[in-house]
């Protein structure tokens, strides 16, 4: 671990729309910022999704910022009345909120006289002590407010935004991880991997069945730790294991 | 609505995996889920993605349970030491858990000998006091506690699983949608679209961006009801608000 880095670093990602929930809208908000935070050393801890409703958004916001490092919101802060999340956030932390002299310069740079409407005036509110989250696709801010940070829907744009926002975050050391393809079905490799887990203490083993269109049930397992030599060293009782149960179900075939 | 008829029923899902929550794994169940359950009449009102964890899954089942009609989950139920689904249920549930000589005599069909090991053997733990959820892809059940579906993880066997659960749900009155292309960038609906939301406040009015490559930025406005009449009025406000902003706009060009 290098000086001054922190062991584990966590997330909470809370995604907000109704149309999320009525399966209208397939989120492709989740997998995206799973795999980011990964891959920069933060460990996502807990997803929720929840509707356009004042009183779900401030629950959720709560509950998730008071045990992650950091949280990240996607949805609702575009220009119709649906679009309740910027007030929702501002209730959360229960603080004002107003149109931002920052924000409003951005959209008056970018729209002009009549097109400056009230519905596009709504994006520039933002709640007092905010930070603007700008990005390079869409001239309507995010904001960071404490530890939270409050993105767009549009994959597009909110992917565009943690570009932004990625630079200024505390990461920890980067979760590691190594597949091992087991060409067994999950049922014959259980038993033994639990014995592996249980003497890797420090070392996630995870099992994935998969179908493999030509050799039928297969499973993939995943190592997981923070230290290399850790993971090396269950990676490889792991490779052992699958050598012996191999030869065994042969044997039990032949 | 038809007599006896149940206006309004709820949903949570929690699905269950650290795999998801590293990004590994793209989850394909809350979608699918979210409109299947729609399609039904029932509204999913909350998702929560947590860990293989036992304390965040007894923490997600409790608060979940406690306010929708039904959960479903996903994930965790398979023969490895990291599928704690079902044990976490049982603590959550405060039941003791232990091999169900149903899903003994399942798995003892399938599996011959040495084959129903202990680690197969681990998908026979169900919790005391519920029924098996059966399907027609994998022997290993799922199960029902009390409002809670308990569901694989894998997509194809998720999907068989809740074919099975549906017929078994009470349902409420469908929830009617229509999409109307509004031909007009969001911001330059969102007055108009907040006026006709307050004049119809039976009716759900959703406000979705999207980019048309040849025409650019357009919005679809989904209008919502479980009332075909109101849904219709509300639609049809829609419609004639869009000819005047369309024609504001095209002035406004010209």
Redesign the interface.
Known sequence: MSEGAVAVVTAGLL?IG??????????KN?????????NIGI??????????DEA?IVE?LNALRARCTYVFTTGGI??????ITADSVAKAFGVSIDYDPRAVALLKAR?QG??L????M??TRIPAGADLVTNKISVAPGFRIGNVFVMAG?PAIMQAMLDEIAPTLQTGVK?L?ETVRADAR??????E??AI??THPEV??????FFDAEQGPNTNI?V?SRDAGKLAAAKQAVEQMLVKVRSALAA?RG
């Open positions: 995604v109704d149309e999320i929930l009525s399966g209208r809208t397939k989120d989740i997998g995206y910022i799973a795999e980011y935070l990964t460990d996502l801890k807990e997803v929720r999704v929840v509707a356009d779900a959720a575009g220009p119709t009345h649906d679009d729209f009549a097109e409407n009230e519905a596009r709504r994006m549009v979760m991880s999950e049922g014959d490799v259980g038993t991997l639990a887990a249980k996630s083993i995870g099992s994935y069945p995943v997981r039990g």
